[in-house]
């Protein structure tokens, strides 16, 4: 089985997560990225929000919450994601910026929209009463 390693950042507002869609796919993931050489999770978490919503990441916010796996969209079969997930204040205006083309805030009636893995992790907020709509 291949493991494709990424880092996500968790924000809710009215009881729903943030999530982003890229150009060219149907899906909302989660927002965020893979790690480059060298880089810790925070570093590259929040490069990788920077790069995808304009906004910083307050590092002294940045909390673990949970790792996640499951299929990973677009992907042969037995190829799954791992998202080590955050936490995270930030400042600036969220905007979707490099290959971002939408951003939404997804609850429990957004399954049909939502790529395999986010899921996962959307389902484990629900469970924990984080996500409420």
């Known amino acids: 089985m291949k ?31 893979k790690r480059e050489a060298g880089e810790t999770d925070e570093q590259a978490l929040m490069r990788e929000i920077k790069e995808e ?19 990973a969209d677009g992907k042969a079969e037995g190829v799954s ?12 205006e969220l905007e979707a910026d490099a290959e971002i083309e939408e951003m939404a805030y997804l609850g429990t009636a957004d399954e049909a929209i939502t790529s395999k893995a986010a899921w996962v992790a959307l389902e484990w907020l629900i469970q924990q009463g984080h996500i409420t709509q």
Do not use: N
């Open 3 to 33: 493991l494709i390693d990424k880092l996500a950042w968790l924000t809710i507002k009215d009881g729903k997560l943030l999530a982003v869609r890229s150009k060219g796919k149907t899906l909302f993931y989660l927002p965020g990225g």
């Open 53 to 71: 919503l304009s906004v910083d990441l307050v590092a002294e916010s940045l909390k673990y919450v949970e790792t996640f796996t499951g299929p």
């Open 81 to 92: 994601v791992q998202l080590t997930c955050y936490f995270a204040d930030y400042t600036g």
